[in-house]
């Protein structure tokens, strides 16, 4: 496998994740012309979020982290901001696998035995709090063939399911839900954190020059794999498509299918959860210096408080979460870009050109999206 490939590789396999499940139930309450238009949309913006960050990696000499570039470029307050927006998105993504994963748990094992999606995200989030808390931790690669574990269970539905596509199942338009998919959709796209080790795998100058078009064409795949999914799952279920895409389907591609895919499922979140479990827990450990019982509980503990006092509706906790953190983290990647222009280190292997009004432009999308994601989820 060349370099070109494996970068490919990693940085679709880092963006496809748990939010792939959220986005069917969204587009079938906004509506499939909306749901197309925020793809194409977001779909730009991300990328462009993502090139942008490339280039503030290429203009350093030392290797950081979003983290470090925001202290290095921006400021303190960008180096806490972002921190702690970075503590606030892993907290919240195990949240989402503690939900998904019970989902996911309950249909797996509802051939054997009946058991409520409540207790089923509790034995998901005990086994693997567990796991973390013994110092578990998964290889890079077995998160990234458990991610195409889902690529090739989302390819295996739609062949599956394309015989049961019904034009008639897609709603155009859901006025009431507009912007129900904005949150979701930026969740599901967001995967910047891997640009620095993607770029840290092209070991030589003329290697690194592939970064944007690494950038590029996982968009293309990501989005049109997305859209694709979507609109499939959206045709066969209509109404009845549910919040973890795969409950919708069992009426029409039965049992077996259906539990296939959340067996599949099951194993990409637990990995996920694993691995963002252990580097809270490290964070907290190394990075504030908390005691190690005190690390572990902390991470292990705050996102099942968090679904035990009712943080349970995937769709909200995933649009808060894509919206604001992508919010905060875009526009703060929109600055580190400005000041590493002025500033850089080395001479980078691309070089955008993108005029001031339209990053202006972009961060305005990012803070106002946030904003009526806030507000809509506080007047629902």
């Known amino acids: 496998m060349n370099r ?31 749901g197309l238009f925020y793809f194409i949309v977001l779909g730009g913006a991300v990328m462009l979020l993502h090139l942008l960050f490339g280039e503030v990696c290429l203009r350093t000499q030392e290797k950081h982290r ?21 503590v606030g998105g892993i907290v919240g993504a195990l949240l989402i696998y503690v939900i998904f994963g019970g989902n996911f748990l309950a249909i797996a094992l509802s051939p054997f035995v009946g058991i409520s999606d409540e207790l089923a995200s509790f034995l998901f989030w005990v086994v693997l709090s567990l796991c973390v808390l013994q110092g578990i931790q998964l290889i890079a690669r077995l998160e990234f063939f458990m991610s195409l574990a889902m ?34 959709i930026l969740f599901a796209l967001v995967g910047w954190v ?44 209509g109404p009845k498509t549910s919040a973890n895409a795969l409950g919708g389907l069992r ?11 959340s067996l599949f499922g099951l194993f990409a979140l637990a990995t996920s959860f694993l691995v963002l479990g252990n580097y809270l827990k490290n964070s907290f450990r190394y990075d504030f210096k908390f005691p190690l019982w005190m690390s572990g509980s902390i991470a292990t503990l705050t996102p099942f408080l968090l679904f035990g006092v009712g943080a349970r509706d995937v769709i909200a906790v995933m649009g808060i979460l894509g919206a604001v953190l992508g919010a905060i983290e875009g526009v703060v990647i929109i600055l580190a870009y400005l000041k590493a ?15 001031r009004f339209l990053l202006l432009f972009l961060a305005l999308l990012l803070v106002g999206g946030a904003l009526v994601e806030i507000f809509a989820s506080a007047t629902i």
Not at 12 to 30: D, E, H, R
Not at 155 to 176: T, Y
Not at 252 to 259: A, N
């Open 4 to 34: 070109f490939t494996l970068a490919l590789s990693t940085l679709i396999g880092t963006i496809v994740g748990a939010g792939i499940f959220g986005l069917p139930y969204v587009i079938s309450k906004s509506g499939i012309i909306p």
């Open 194 to 237: 891997a640009i620095p080790e993607v770029a840290d795998l092209f070991r030589k100058s003329r290697e690194k020059r592939s970064l944007d078009n690494v950038i590029v064409w996982t968009f293309i795949v990501v989005v049109t794999f997305y859209a694709l999914f979507t609109l499939l799952v959206v045709g066969v279920s």
């Open 151 to 184: 690529l090739f269970v989302g390819a295996g539905i739609f062949f599956l399911a394309l015989p049961h596509f019904q034009p008639a199942s897609l709603p155009f338009f859901g006025w009431a839900n507009l912007f129900l998919p904005y949150g979701v």
């Open 66 to 86: 979003l983290v470090g570039y925001a202290g290095l470029y921006v400021g303190n307050w960008a180096r806490i901001l972002v921190a702690v927006s970075t």
């Open 251 to 261: 009426p029409f591609l039965g049992d077996t299918v259906v539990v296939l895919g």
């Open 341 to 355: 222009k002025q500033n850089g280190q080395r001479k980078p292997e691309y070089s955008l050109s993108i005029p």
